[in-house]
């Protein structure tokens, strides 16, 4: 047996434990008197503004002749109507009647509720994996990205910055070889921050998509006129798609506003990716200095940014 031939073996046994545990091999889904591809079809006609029999076959890879004659019972029994199209008189589209949202309604509060239940089982760090790691499945089969949902910028919330030194001190560690020393140092600079920011002209943001943490920065005092970018990190699987410009914009529009005249950063020169952005958005490199940090040898650098003036400032 080659390797591939093991992989396919090991699909297969996810595929068992899949069906089972989420109940399809049952005659009815979740309780009810409709099988998975019933549940589905009704799931599509529901999210749909009017969908042809032709679409839905093509969009769930049915049998035509499987689906029509589930859509004729589904019409004898008063869930689904079909209705000429505007465009096409002669063209039907499938769409539910009032019997069948109620249907459909209860199905889908189940189906909720059920997915909540599993998921409670879990810690919420776990449930994070979970999730992470089912996008990841679907993006690896379906050949597309996974989700289609935007990133979201936050204030923190309680757990948050217990991640942000997790994560620093984990990717830092993964990534660059450094020692627990750097996790000390941020959650320092968390600490700090957690008693004593002035939420006027300090702030957080954490970046998150479908619930899940993606990335963070933070913008701090250093002085009147000057504030400091600090703690920028995004998310392995979060990267490449603009995430950390965004980040960086929003703590800059930010700065702006709460009326700094002056961003500066402290860096180190193998962290690339955060340089060109800083570079992007017209930091300047203004010092660098050698140093033995982190259990490693390091050139830290210091970046800053001149501010636009506000109206009526001096």
């Keep these: 047996m080659d390797g591939l031939d093991q992989r396919a073996g090991q699909l297969r046994r996810f595929s068992r434990f899949y069906t089972r545990e989420l ?3 049952s005659a009815g889904l979740l309780q009810s008197p409709y ?3 019933e549940a589905r079809i009704l799931y599509e006609i529901a999210h749909s503004h009017g969908v042809a029999a032709g679409q839905l076959c093509a969009g769930l890879g049915l049998d035509p002749g499987y689906a029509s004659r589930i859509l004729a019972r589904f019409v004898k029994q008063r869930l689904v109507a079909r209705t000429a199209s505007r465009e096409d008189r002669r063209r039907l589209l499938l769409s539910l009647t009032d019997k069948g949202r ?3 309604a209860v199905l889908d509060r189940r189906s909720h509720e059920e997915a909540r239940r599993k998921l ?3 810690d ?3 449930q994070r994996d979970l999730v992470r790691s089912l996008e990841r499945v679907e993006e690896l089969l379906g050949g597309a990205p996974a989700s289609s949902s935007p990133y979201i910028l936050r204030p923190q919330q309680p757990g948050d910055m217990g991640w942000v030194i997790s994560r620093h001190g984990s990717l830092y560690a993964q990534e660059y070889g450094w020692d627990i020393s750097f996790e000390t140092l941020v959650a320092g600079i968390v600490a700090d921050f957690m008693r004593t920011s002035d939420p006027a002209r300090e702030r957080c943001w954490i970046a998150e998509r479908a619930g899940e943490r993606a990335g963070c920065i933070f913008l701090v005092r250093q002085t009147d006129r000057t504030a400091k970018l600090r703690l920028l990190l995004v998310e392995p699987d ?3 798609g603009g995430l950390g410009r ?3 914009t929003e ?3 930010f700065a702006e506003q709460a009326g700094y005249r002056k961003v500066r950063l402290w860096t180190n020169n193998v962290l690339h990716a955060a340089r060109r952005i800083y570079e992007e958005n017209g930091f300047r490199l203004i010092e660098e200095e050698k140093h033995h940090s982190f259990g490693k040898d390091l050139v830290g650098q210091t970046w800053e940014l001149q501010l636009p003036k506000r109206n009526g400032s001096k």
């Design 120 to 122: 409670g089982r879990l």
């Design 238 to 240: 979060a990267r490449g």
């Design 246 to 248: 965004h980040l960086v």
């Design 251 to 253: 703590c800059l529009r």
């Design 124 to 126: 919420e760090c776990a």
């Design 102 to 104: 109620a249907e459909f």
């Design 23 to 25: 109940g399809l091999l």
């Design 35 to 37: 099988s998975m591809t």
